[in-house]
Nanobody
């Protein structure tokens, strides 16, 4: 079971960029998949991006071409690079790890995009 800590959230103007980091308590080499979710006020939690152990990535349609998920195994860290941010990207962003036996969530980091 892995502990996850997100960082990098904040307030940014529309069109700006942020990079979120998810630091894991142990190596992410053996983790099947890691992902970023977000939850906007009054809405359900939404899968934003996922990266598998083989490096395959996928994204929700609304962020394709703007967001990039990546991982640095040596640093035990997963990133979400967010460019061309829009007000509708506002929400709490959560890191998630699927270890097959275990499911782990970070505490979330707030992203606010002003118009």
């Amino acid at each position: 079971q892995v502990q996850l800590v997100e960082s990098g959230g904040g307030l940014v103007h529309a069109g700006g960029s942020l990079r979120l980091s998810c630091a894991a308590s142990r190596t992410i080499f053996s983790i099947n998949a890691m992902a970023w979710y977000r939850q906007a006020p009054g809405k359900q939690r939404e899968l934003v991006a996922v990266i598998t152990s083989t490096g395959t990535t996928d994204y929700v349609d609304s962020v394709k071409g703007r967001f990039t998920i990546s991982r640095d195994v040596a640093q035990n860290t997963v990133y979400l690079q967010m460019n061309s941010l829009k007000p509708e990207d506002t929400g709490v962003y959560f890191c998630y790890a699927d270890e097959s036996r275990y499911r782990s969530w970070g505490q979330g980091t707030q992203v606010t995009v002003s118009s």
